[in-house]
């Protein structure tokens, strides 16, 4: 039975690797990673395929290396139950007893973790409350929505109280109260001292959580440190914006005057106005009172560059020169 009082070192880095690899025949899915990651919340950023998946179950001890090693707590994690316990995972994936109801499901994954049946059902009720899910905590996981789903693997991640949480794209599907609360969640773990890794492809979503992150890319690490540094990176190449309104030409003839904006042009298929502008802050901070002293009703604002993508894009040129 597992001890509710049971830690691990303090002494120890959380999570550490040194010339980590993995691969899988000739693909590739973590090269040559060296990282160190200790307390708070670090954001994980990276496209699909870019290994991000791959090293959290390394982290997580559900792969084994191919070269190199990993450490949490100084410890291996595969294959290795000791560390399991420390360990909280909230994976991309679905994989639940559709049958069971939230309660339930938690309840089983507890006991079978090692629990007495009291300890589990008393963890089970302080998650599913800790993530909004008590009210539908008799109701069937194959009645859930995507987002309830979501709150549910995160529950069962958190629901033993571990010292590291991996948190894989934990906000897809996720209405926009769901998501408030979900980062506030993830920033309070942080504020508690916890190891908290999340992953995600979208730069604002990982700001919301944290200052500090790791940008990785086919199976590299091109950057890591504080966002706002990343953020400079990015503000040194112009940014896209695309805009939809009731007055589009007059808008554009607008901000064609101001010297940040780099070019304005009139999407003919969507009508949307694409801007590229150098001084993305000081565009977004001007754009209200454009829009509001000219009367302009705006249907959609989005920035194809304010994502990951746009991160890597730039930072991958930069690697080739």
């Given at each position: 039975m597992i001890s509710e009082n049971a830690t691990m070192s303090p002494s120890e880095t959380p999570i550490e690797g040194v010339d980590l690899s993995k691969w899988y025949g000739e693909v590739i899915g973590v090269n040559k990673i060296t990282l160190s990651i200790g307390p708070g919340v670090t954001g994980l950023l990276?496209?699909?395929?870019?290994?991000k998946t791959t090293l959290l179950n390394l982290i997580?001890?559900?792969?084994?290396?191919?070269?190199?090693?990993?450490?949490?707590?100084?410890?291996?994690?595969?294959?290795?139950?000791?560390?399991h316990r420390f360990l909280g995972y909230c994976p991309d994936i679905d994989s639940f007893y559709r049958g069971m109801n939230g309660f339930e499901f938690l309840r089983a994954m507890l006991c079978l973790s090692g629990f007495s049946g009291g300890a589990a059902r008393k963890r089970s009720i302080a998650a599913l409350e800790t993530v909004g899910l008590t009210e539908q905590a008799k109701k069937k996981?194959?009645?859930?929505?995507?987002?309830?789903?979501?709150?549910?693997?995160?529950?069962?991640?958190?629901?033993?109280?571990?010292?590291?949480?991996?948190l894989d794209e934990p906000l897809n599907g996720m209405d926009p109260l769901g998501r408030k609360q979900t980062i506030d969640l993830i920033r309070?773990?942080?504020?508690?001292g916890k190891t908290v890794v999340v992953s995600s492809h979208i730069l604002h979503e990982i700001e919301a959580m944290t200052n500090t992150i790791v940008?990785?890319?086919?199976?590299?690490i091109l950057a890591e440190g504080n966002v706002h540094e990343v953020r400079e990176l990015l503000d040194q190449f112009p940014r896209k914006v695309l805009i939809a309104c009731d007055k589009?030409?007059?808008?554009?003839?607008?901000?064609?005057?101001?010297?940040?904006?780099?070019?304005?042009?009139?999407?003919?298929?969507?009508q949307e106005l694409l801007i590229e502008t150098i001084k993305p802050d000081v565009f977004f901070d001007r754009l209200p009172d454009v829009i509001l002293s000219n009367k302009i009703e705006v249907e959609s604002l989005t920035s194809p560059d304010d994502n990951v993508e746009a991160v890597f894009k730039y930072l991958v040129e930069e690697k080739r020169r």
């Open positions: 990276g496209p699909n395929g870019a290994g997580t001890g559900q792969l084994r290396p191919s070269q190199g090693r990993i450490g949490v707590f100084g410890k291996n994690p595969w294959g290795n139950s000791s560390v996981i194959g009645a859930y929505s995507k987002g309830m789903r979501q709150r549910l693997k995160l529950a069962q991640s958190i629901a033993h109280d571990p010292e590291i949480i991996v309070d773990f942080g504020r508690q940008v990785m890319n086919n199976g590299k589009p030409r007059q808008l554009s003839a607008k901000l064609i005057e101001c010297e940040d904006v780099v070019s304005v042009r009139l999407e003919k298929e969507s």
